[in-house]
């Protein structure tokens, strides 16, 4: 007799990011200090971005700027009547005791980005939508340095430094579209590939200029309604983003099931042990009493202005990997990373604009080239002696046939040492392909006549030493006989 | 439009104000007087009137993003409460709502 097995109840979880983003301004949104990151404390501070009692703030038009083109970079309706207000509350890390943020009529709402999910396993991607509630601007707080120990608690005081106080940034609410660790992390790239190429943004997580908090719940499968929401803060790489959620939805699986509530609360990731643990609970939701901003006019960004702007984005990311897919032919994986890093991209689309076609260039900055800047650390593909250009003609050399791959592998870690033509290189060291049937006959004649047992052993049905024969051959011609050809010559030879 | 102790009480914590129940309950009645005296303005029709956030009627006001240093940060640190170095000094810091 066989007990039936209790069903187990199937849980989704429901995620939400917050993800906030350092603006390449020179200076700071409402004040003329520098934004420079790492400058020796208090250094970059002025009476604005202080608070000091008759300070009139003014916006920054590259802040507004940026924002806006972000906005329509995440597929936003820009808003045409757009304000500043005041949110407040007491922590030392605000001079002012408010932070100037937008509060009900950000910048640009209702967007959405398209995240591409690629499955290591079967090498193929699905594509998804993650809808954008918001987008607004506001500045930075400073940063606490806390005495007598190295966490707030414990510690007898604290020590500030105003240099981030009053730094521009743009603040990103997803939807809760978001269903697992990875697409957390997917979509967080996404985010930073977007200001990256926008040139908005460095993106830079471990100074903090990318920084993303996560609001996470569970539910049953089908179920309508949302649990009790927990926010993580204090992931640094998109890595830990991941690790977060997927530890996360199951500390809430485990909860639920033991017939645990699930607190409101913030909890903080924890590298070294790779869990969250509790911060602080929320009771109540937070009150911030927001009121429109006295010292700032409002902005309207007018259509003609909206759209000049529109008109300077540059191909974004979804764009490039639609493109490359399908125009290009090349596969998901080769797109993501050709086109994750801008430097890459733009040394990919230049050798192809250059005349080369698309999959040996992917193939060649993919494999030999990575594996060149790999071993040369702190070496980028923009340092390279070998431009896109030269590429291109190697591989047309070898698309050619008058040299052969293996000749191009050869060669290529001298031009990427010196750079120049692939093809003066060639004819200087006479690696021209050999193509004439004659000269490759007269090699395959040596070749024989030296090796009689191994011709034996072909002549007693060993066929696979054809391959050692064509190989003898390759090799006697210093790599240079056309391969396909000696191997026609090769096998049509023995078998004569 | 009233104003009860409890909602005193509450406004005064977020604006960390220590308040006795005495100085509760008369602001209370001080500050549901202001309110109702306010409240007159309800008399009159405003549905078609747009909301008014600031007296002077002036939009986009931006400046050039050109750094320029402070040249007296100096009096910015030497005019707080408390200082170390080139740090402002806060006292511990106490959270909790």
Not at chain 1, 78 to 107: E, H
Not at chain 1, 363 to 392: C, F, H, R, V
Request: with cysteine; net charge negative; charged share 25%.
């Amino acid at each position: 007799m066989t007990a039936a097995t209790p069903v187990k109840t199937q849980y989704e979880a429901i995620i939400g990011l917050e993800t906030h983003c350092q603006l390449s301004t020179e200076t700071k949104i409402f004040s003329e200090s520098s934004t420079v990151f790492g400058a020796p404390p208090n250094t970059h501070i002025d009476p604005v971005c202080m608070g000091l009692p008759g300070v009139l703030p003014v916006l920054n038009q590259k802040v507004l700027e940026y924002a806006v083109k972000a906005g329509l970079a995440l597929n936003c309706t820009i808003a045409p009547y757009s304000k500043f207000d005041r949110k407040q509350y007491f922590y030392p890390d605000l001079p002012k005791n408010y932070q100037i943020s937008q509060y009900d009529l950000p910048i640009a709402e209702h967007g959405w980005v398209e995240i591409e999910l690629y499955d290591k396993k079967s090498g193929t991607s699905t594509r998804k939508k993650i809808g954008v509630t918001r987008l607004h601007m506001e500045e930075d707080a400073g940063k606490l340095v806390h005495g007598g120990s190295d966490r707030l608690a414990g510690s007898t005081f604290s020590l500030v430094d105003y240099n981030r106080a009053g730094v521009p940034l743009i603040e990103i609410v997803s939807e809760p579209d978001i269903r697992s660790g990875q697409e957390a992390a997917e979509y967080a790239q996404e985010i930073r590939r977007i200001v990256r190429y926008l040139g908005v943004s460095d993106g830079n997580m471990q100074e903090g200029s990318l920084r993303c908090d996560v609001n996470i719940s569970i539910r049953p499968m089908g179920s309508t309604t949302f649990g009790t929401k927990v926010e993580i803060k204090n992931m640094n790489s998109f890595n830990a983003i991941q690790r977060a959620i997927d530890y996360e939805i199951e500390r809430q699986i485990a909860a639920v099931e033991a017939g645990e509530p699930i607190i409101q609360e913030t909890r903080l990731w924890d590298e070294g042990s790779q869990t969250t643990r509790t911060m602080r609970v929320k009771e109540g939701s937070s009150d911030y009493r927001y009121f429109p901003e006295p010292d700032l006019g409002p902005i309207e960004v007018l259509e003609a202005q909206r759209e000049q702007w529109r008109s300077e984005l540059p191909e974004l990311p979804v764009q490039k990997r639609h493109r490359y897919q399908e125009e290009l032919g090349l596969s998901p994986y080769d797109t993501r990373v050709l086109t994750d890093d801008q430097s890459i991209t733009t040394y990919f689309e230049q050798t192809v604009a250059a005349g080369a076609a698309a999959k040996p260039s992917a193939n060649w900055i993919m494999g030999d080239i990575s594996a060149y800047l790999n071993a040369n650390t702190g070496m980028t593909i923009a340092d390279l002696k070998l431009m896109p250009q030269e590429l291109a003609e190697l591989i047309n050399l070898i698309e050619s046939g008058t040299i052969s791959n293996k000749i191009g592998k050869d060669i290529l870690p001298e031009l990427l040492e010196n750079g120049g033509s692939p093809k003066a290189l060639v004819e200087k060291k006479g690696l021209l392909q050999i193509s004439d049937p004659a000269v490759i006959e007269a090699a395959i004649e040596e070749v024989i006549a030296a090796f009689p047992n191994e011709l034996e052993q072909y002549k007693g049905g060993k066929t696979k030493m054809l391959g050692f024969f064509v190989g003898q051959v390759l090799k006697k011609t210093g790599g240079k006989a056309d391969p396909k050809l000696t191997n026609q010559l090769v096998a049509k030879k023995l078998n004569s | 439009m009233s104003l009860d102790r409890e909602q005193v009480h509450k406004v005064a914590t977020l604006a960390r104000l220590a308040l006795t129940p005495e100085e509760e309950e008369k602001f209370a009645g001080q500050l549901t007087s202001i309110l109702d005296y306010v409240e007159q303005l309800n008399e009159l029709d405003v549905a078609d009137v747009p909301p008014t956030t600031r007296a002077i009627d002036v939009s986009n006001v931006t400046r050039v993003d050109v750094q320029r240093a402070y040249e007296n940060r100096e009096a910015i640190l030497s005019s707080a409460p408390d200082r170390e170095d080139d740090f402002f000094k806060v006292p511990k810091i106490v959270t909790g709502d």
